[in-house]
């Protein structure tokens, strides 16, 4: 009896640590050592904001470490990521839906009329290229449409 209870608890902490590991892969992980080349990129456009530091990889396969700064800009939260070089290579804030352009809107309202917006984002790449992407949620999956500057459909990504 204590033999078979001894197995069962070691075995549900085997699994228990599996799906531990399994939600930290690919997540963002607050990070206190941000490169100082980051931080002083971040602080030459953002001096009087105080962020909240994560990383994460991404990339193909995963293999590049970003850091994310995460804050709030007058009443918008945003973000800014940054390559180890400290190179900016995107920014994002949330918008409100009234912001989004109008073809955006009108494309939404047609093809996802029943589908709440959980989350919608102004979008500027390293290249200043303005992408606007609205998160909703089909079949408990979040799902992103992106949009261009003007409101064009670009193409939708599961999160």
Not at 7 to 35: K, M
Not at 67 to 91: E, P, T
Request: aromatic content about 16%.
């Amino acid at each position: 009896m204590k033999t078979t209870l001894k197995r069962t608890l070691l075995f549900v902490l085997f699994i228990y640590g599996f799906a531990t590991q399994a939600q930290n892969d690919g997540a963002s992980r607050i990070e206190r050592n941000v490169p100082l080349v980051v931080i002083e990129s971040f602080n030459a456009v953002f001096s009087a904001k105080d962020p909240v530091w994560f990383t994460r990889y991404q990339g193909k396969d995963n293999q590049e470490l970003v850091y994310v700064a995460k804050f709030i800009l007058g009443n918008r939260y945003c973000k800014s990521v940054y390559d180890f070089n400290g190179n900016q290579i995107v920014f994002a804030a949330t918008v409100d839906y009234n912001e989004l352009p109008e073809g955006a809107r009108n494309y939404m309202k047609e093809m996802y009329p029943s589908f709440p917006i959980i989350e919608a984002l102004m979008v500027t790449d390293n290249e200043k290229v303005v992408t606007y992407e609205i998160g909703i949620y089909i079949d408990n999956q979040y799902v992103v449409q992106v949009f261009s500057n003007d409101g064009d459909f670009i193409k939708n990504t599961k999160a």
